[in-house]
Nanobody
């Protein structure tokens, strides 16, 4: 059973940084893509970033490019989201999700879209609040 637990959120001021962690269990990293998502109050959930473990390819939403970095540590079964230059628009509950992509040619951008529309159990997420 795939299990994902998010942590690392908090309250920061604009311009500061946070690192989110996604602890994964129940699956083999190298055939999965893992994505980060966020949902702000009153808004739909959106895909933020994704990493495809088999080749390390990544995807970033335009709103976070250059500020966020996704990485993974397969030895620790963890995926991280380094967030820099945070602004109040980044305030949201952040979630991670995973999808099995196997040896397919699915890109991280495609994988994050699949996860966004097929994930049923989003877990608790971790709250990120950025004050101005």
């Amino acid at each position: 059973e795939v299990q994902l637990v998010e942590s690392g959120g908090g309250l920061v001021q604009a311009g500061e940084s946070l690192r989110l962690s996604c602890a994964a269990s129940g699956f083999t990293f190298d055939i999965y893509a893992i994505g980060w998502f966020r949902q702000a109050p009153g808004k739909e959930r959106e895909g933020v970033s994704c990493i495809k473990s088999s080749d390390g390819s990544t995807y970033y939403a335009d709103s976070v490019k250059g500020r966020f970095t996704i990485s993974e540590d397969s030895a620790k079964n963890a995926v991280y989201l380094e967030m820099h230059s945070l602004n109040p628009e980044d305030t949201a509950v952040y979630y991670c999700a995973a999808v099995q992509v196997g040896p397919s040619m699915m890109t991280p951008a495609q994988a994050i879209n699949v996860m966004l529309h097929s994930t049923r159990d989003w877990g608790q997420g971790t709250q990120v609040t950025v004050s101005s």
